[in-house]
């Protein structure tokens, strides 16, 4: 193993280490009751799916379940007298996210014969819907495409290489912590400003 390697092999788990502290600590001070510890698993979750996106294309299932689930699990548990009621909205923002990118998805690949998005991308943003106000979605997955594009284009740069169209990126690595994000946007809005109606 070369030094560079070696030193890569001790810098990354460093680097996910402090993020994962960050992103707990900033969940805490932001909603110190139950809704900090919900964001401090929604930052575990996030972290742990943009890193293994960054490293593998991929978006495990089991993480996104997870989050999946610790959303219905905080909504029954913010209002526990309306019951299964409770779990409707979380429901109903997420198949509202996650259809259109769905079909852009089927739509893209079938116009242009490739992968333009993957089903794991379309099942975060499920997430996302399932934990944030639709306005806030918007704001999330706005950032994540500036985010993605701006880190080719730096990366791109850096390289001296052509920018493609065809470039294939690992939207995940962008999207999951932009989630995390709006969730503390979001929450930091409502605890500490007054929130908004309805």
Same mark, same amino acid.
């Given at each position: *193993?070369?030094?560079?390697?070696?030193?890569?092999?001790?810098? $990354?788990?460093?680097?996910?280490?402090?993020?994962?502290?960050?992103?707990?600590?900033? /969940?805490?001070?932001?909603?110190?009751?139950?809704?900090? &510890?919900?964001?401090?698993?929604?930052?575990?979750? *996030?972290?742990?799916?943009?890193?293994?996106?960054?490293?593998?294309?991929? &978006?495990?299932?089991?993480?996104?379940?997870?989050?999946?689930?610790?959303? !219905?699990? +905080?909504? $029954?548990? /913010?209002?526990?007298?309306?019951?299964?009621?409770?779990?409707?909205?979380?429901?109903? +923002?997420?198949? $509202?996210?996650?259809?259109?990118?769905?079909?852009? *998805?089927?739509?893209?690949?079938?116009?242009?014969?490739?992968?333009?998005?993957?089903?794991?991308?379309?099942?975060?943003?499920?997430?996302?819907?399932?934990?944030?106000?639709?306005?806030?979605?918007?704001?999330?997955?706005?950032? $994540?495409?500036?985010?993605?594009?701006?880190?080719?284009?730096?990366?791109?740069? !850096?390289?001296?290489?052509?920018?493609?169209?065809?470039?294939?990126?690992?939207?995940?690595?962008?999207?999951?912590?932009?989630?995390?994000?709006?969730?503390?946007?979001?929450?930091?809005? !409502?605890?500490?400003?007054?929130?908004?109606?309805?």
């Amino acid at each position: *193993m070369s030094e560079e390697a070696a030193h890569d092999g001790i810098r $990354a788990p460093l680097v996910l280490s402090l993020a994962l502290l960050v992103g707990v600590f900033a /969940s805490l001070v932001t909603a110190p009751a139950a809704e900090g &510890i919900y964001g401090a698993y929604l930052a575990a979750l *996030m972290l742990a799916i943009a890193a293994n996106d960054a490293r593998h294309y991929l &978006i495990p299932n089991e993480l996104t379940a997870a989050a999946f689930a610790l959303a !219905l699990l +905080r909504a $029954a548990a /913010s209002v526990p007298d309306v019951g299964a009621e409770a779990l409707l909205w979380p429901v109903v +923002r997420a198949v $509202a996210v996650a259809l259109p990118l769905l079909l852009l *998805m089927l739509g893209y690949r079938r116009w242009r014969g490739r992968d333009g998005l993957g089903l794991g991308d379309v099942k975060l943003a499920a997430v996302c819907g399932a934990w944030l106000d639709l306005a806030t979605v918007a704001a999330v997955i706005e950032l $994540a495409a500036l985010l993605a594009i701006g880190a080719y284009v730096a990366d791109a740069a !850096l390289r001296g290489k052509r920018l493609r169209g065809a470039a294939f990126l690992p939207f995940g690595l962008f999207l999951a912590p932009s989630i995390w994000i709006g969730w503390l946007g979001e929450t930091w809005y !409502l605890n500490w400003l007054g929130g908004w109606p309805g």
